[in-house]
């Protein structure tokens, strides 16, 4: 049996229904309309001025809480305008906010809004709204919206407090860094297998250093061992015991190989919820029934080797016990240099690697 005819190419996972598609809109520099003067219309204001957007408030009654955020805006200018919203005032925004007590002038609103081709959401009103405004997890640039789609806004609200605890505010001035330093390692003339690697080490060093300030230093060291590191040029093979095939089980060097890899080669005693992990570039190849035959296990180490030693970085992904008695995911890496991959290298071990 030839490798050839014992692999089998996995579709990509298909997304599941979605209620909304989350859309990141770019409003910096860029004109929003808000209809309304109460406190919640004030929420919005400091949200859309937040983004950049140049904010044009259009009420007959102006709120306290509008007036002080409208005299200290958090980004954008907020103009307050002292009457009623008029078509004419919708056109060249951006998008159209309204904050309504009664439904006929939302829905007037609304249709005055897709006249001018303006996208528009109305507070409170999902019904009529062409887009919504989820809660939010504040680490920009790094930013995190969460959504019900109406139907739980405090099931919502929960689950920010929660990603709130786990998130350091540090965060954002290590994507702050990313977001300088994109253009260096572009310009370094690393390979893009080596800039993707740098990548992988800047996020690895983030998250045990969310507290630390990024500095300048922090980048040329990071530069400087991708670039003395002959890895990055080469590929690896490495091999993961799925145990059970939980997916709630993968401890994070598995979540992290599977995100880094190349080429992911699995059985069928795999999950797709463990699958699920790989970064959806990866290519992933059915090779074995897991049947342990000698003469198939020597075929995939040739596929494993093969592939490595053309620069990829393999994934060996094997499902373990059915009973479900592993509790934790085996990683064991392996240069690109190896000859040969013996099936013995995983450990069949409970333990968390």
Excluded at 60 to 81: F, K, N, Q, T
Excluded at 151 to 165: C, G, H, Y
Excluded at 234 to 258: F, K, N, P, Q
Excluded at 295 to 306: K, V
């Amino acid at each position: 049996m030839t490798v050839h005819r014992m692999t089998c190419e996995a579709r990509p996972g298909r997304i599941g229904p979605l209620a909304t598609l989350p859309v990141f809109l770019a409003l910096d520099g860029k004109r929003a309309v808000l209809a309304g003067g109460s406190a919640a219309a004030a929420w919005k204001a400091e949200l859309l001025s937040a983004a950049g957007a140049r904010v044009d408030v259009y009420a007959e009654e102006i709120s306290d809480e509008l007036r002080m955020i409208a005299a200290g805006p958090p980004r954008g200018e907020i103009m307050v305008h002292q009457r009623a919203c008029k078509a004419d005032d919708l056109k060249g925004a951006a998008v159209a906010v309204g904050a309504f007590e009664e439904e006929a002038g939302a829905a007037s609103f609304v249709q005055a809004a897709r006249a001018a081709g303006v996208l528009a959401n109305v507070v409170d009103n999902p019904a009529l709204s062409d887009f919504t405004l989820g809660a939010i997890v504040n680490r920009s640039p790094l930013v995190i919206g969460i959504s019900t789609d109406g139907a739980a806004p405090v099931f919502a609200q929960t689950i920010r407090a929660k990603l709130e605890a786990l998130l350091p505010r540090g965060f954002a001035a290590w994507a702050l860094a990313a977001q300088s330093w994109r253009a260096a390692v572009k310009a370094s003339g690393l390979t893009f297998a080596a800039r993707r690697k740098f990548w992988q080490r800047f996020t690895a060093h983030a998250m045990t250093h969310a507290e630390n300030e990024p500095m300048d230093a922090d980048f040329e060291r990071l530069i400087a061992e991708i670039q003395g590191h002959e890895a990055a040029e080469h590929g690896s093979v490495t091999m993961v015991d799925a145990g059970s095939g939980d997916a709630e089980l993968l401890t994070l060097r598995a979540v992290r190989a599977l995100q880094s890899a190349d080429v992911i080669l699995f059985d069928e005693r795999v999950s797709h919820d463990v699958l699920d992990f790989a970064r959806r570039e990866a290519r992933k190849l059915l090779v074995s029934s897991g049947s342990g035959r000698s003469t198939e296990q020597d075929d995939i180490n040739a596929l494993m080797t093969g592939l490595a030693k053309k620069g990829k970085h393999v994934v060996r992904l094997t499902g373990g016990d059915p009973s479900g008695s592993l509790h934790g995911i085996a990683v064991e890496e392996m240069p690109a240099s190896s000859t040969a991959v013996p099936a013995s290298s995983v450990a069949r071990s409970g333990a968390a690697a």
